[in-house]
């Protein structure tokens, strides 16, 4: 029996950035238990459970594809479950949230040295995503299928589009463009593009957050991953049988340098001449390579041999050549004790050495860091859509299946309205490095109405215990979590220092901001999720209501200098509760005197919906309602929502939602999308109307313009 013990891999080097002491400590806990293979036991595969093989088409990504590889296996195997992770995402999210660290530079989230690099002609890389992977999976990162998020590269460029957006490696170098990240030359240049570098933060930011590159589909799909990581020793054949036979995939790094699969000068044949030995359709690799090749600096003088997969590079630096190899990551998923023979999946696509025997002298020789996937997220947690519609008296205990799920939401670039002042929010980060949720972190940056960025701090946490009860509700004793909860603040006053070094401690300044994220409601649509949050802030000691909102996903509302009659009107109110399913129509009708220092107002909507609503003379902006709402059971929503000041037809506040009087009708039996004006709208039967708050949420849901009133979005 082999007992196991972790140890951690270079990801200080590889990286570029210190660990936390935490950190370090629990990968250092890590075992596992794997027992010697029976001695009457000389072959076994897990090639049966093997995802068809990818291409990582010329970027580097091998460590990835690798990395997602056994992730895929594991589901199959344990879950009877075949899934297509997006490596793509993968390599997106390991990049864009981890910090630098290094003040030198003007962006806090790694790797952009990485991705173009003039000395790199391929498109953006992974280096050092082995260790990156592993760090980002031990903290349990998620994953969506790849249909939501495809991966970029010349093999993809006749692909059909999937959103709207095509996947060419000339696609991606576009986003870049557009980012600011490089300067595209005319076609038949010497070289595709030039780096604009320094890097800003605003141009790492466009790129990472680009909804082409990371559709906002991927994140709300985030629910596949890795959950336990056990390191193994990598150059002793016999550990690696036994982690295969235990039915564990080994994902091994491993230098490629004398290793010969076929590469003589004719084909099928090895550097040596003779023919690649085959088993079945397999080829079997030979090493070391015994036809060496002699270096020859300029002037001809030999420097030293060089065999199959290596070569001699001038290190300035050193003022000296070094043999350098080329690197790889692959699956061990068979061994053959008699042939002394590992299996290996690669990453070059199924006409491309799809599958290849190594023998056991280069693993003890050649291989580097190795790990394998012990455990996967419970696909019980799937998308949304597929997730068991959960009433008060079903309510599931806690679980941090949600806290992964929603940080991902949490994820990229917002539009942000203070009170009618508009600005971007970009999140790269939902908790401090190396650490649980809800601690605080460096969360991302606020790009102001100038362009000036301001650092934001806090946390985000998905908060199953923070409920809206009884201080929200009345009535029956309902508990509706808020399942995404950003507490932040936003330095408004200084401009947006370098990157802070390892180990500092983080500090909250600024002004104070509590959000809640939309979340996915019992038995109801998901189309606000992940694309609106509403919540409150105080400035100067007064109140103001805060919405976030994607790209696409604009709020309308009503230009005005704000007065107590501005309060008057239908609004329509955007539910951020579980139990509120649809869009609700209510009529707002304030007193025109104040009574005792307050002014009364009447709410009256459909569905049963009534309530009142009282606002302090002295505080004009905020109302506290009393909501009854008809659902499971009649309910009292109790909460303050706040009337954005520069913009007379919005108010929002935590706890409470949205309530917007721009609004859109549309006739959910004919598919016919109206103006609230149209005469069409105001004859419609009730049980027929759909609003929604803008013309793309419309579109999306398969809506056509009103001839009459929207004729500009008529395509029938």
Known sequence: MHHIVGRFPLSDRMLNIPLTQKRKERMKAYSVTLYAVPSNVTNYSLEQWQSPV??????????????????????????????????????????????????????????????????????????????????????????????????????????????????????????????????????????????????????????????RHIPLVARKNACYGAEEIEFVTSNDPAILESCIYGNNEVVVGMGLGKLDWGEGAVPGTYTNGQPVQMIGTVPVAIYPDQNLKDKKDTNGNVIGKYGTNEDYHWNDNKKAWELLESGHSMIAVAFDTTLQLILFKNSWGTGSLPYLWIPYQFIQEKCGSAFIITKVRDPLYNNWGEYPVVHASEKPEPSDQWDHLYEAMWLGRWKMDINGSLGDLVIRHTRARGQDTGTVCRLGSYYDGQGIAHMVTGYIKAAKDIYFTPSAFSGPTYEDPCKSYAHLWIDFDNPEGPPYPAGSDIACKGQEFKIQMFPHPIGGIQEFEAELAVGETTSNGVKYGVILYRTGKEIGYTPGEFNIEKWNGQYLILPCHTFMTIPQ?????????????????????????????????????????????????????????????????????????????????????????HMQSCYWAQSMSAKHKRYFFNVNQALEAGYNGCYYCMRQYDTD
């Open 54 to 211: 990818k291409d990582q088409d010329g970027r580097g990504s091998c460590a990835t594809f690798s990395f997602l590889g056994a992730i895929e296996a594991r589901y199959r195997r344990e879950y009877n479950l075949a899934v297509d992770l997006s490596a793509e995402y993968f390599i997106n999210v390991v990049f864009s949230t981890q910090p630098t660290c290094d003040p030198s530079l003007l962006h806090e989230n790694i790797c952009t040295d990485f991705l173009y690099h003039p000395e790199n002609p391929n498109p953006p890389l992974d280096s050092g995503m082995t260790d990156g992977a592993i760090l980002m999976m031990e903290e349990k990162l998620l994953l969506p299928e790849m249909r939501f998020c495809p991966y970029f590269g010349v093999e993809h460029a006749n692909d059909p589009p999937v959103f709207g957006i095509t996947h060419s490696d000339a696609d991606l170098d576009q986003i870049a463009a557009d980012a600011g990240l490089i300067s595209l030359n005319p076609p038949g240049s010497p070289t595709p593009w030039n780096v604009l570098a320094p890097y800003t933060q605003q141009a790492v930011d466009n790129y990472y957050y680009d909804f």
């Open 585 to 673: 129509l209510i009529q707002v009708k304030v007193n025109e005197t104040p009574q005792g220092g307050e002014y009364f107002a009447n709410l009256s909507g459909e569905h049963g919906f009534s309530g009142t609503g009282t606002i302090d003379e002295n505080i004009p902006n905020r109302m506290d309602i009393s909501l009854r709402v008809q659902g499971y059971a009649p309910l009292v929503l109790s909460c303050s929502i706040y009337l954005h000041m520069g913009e007379v037809g919005l108010a929002s506040g935590l706890g409470a939602g949205i309530f917007t009087k721009s609004f859109y009708v549309g006739n959910e039996k004919s598919k016919e999308l």
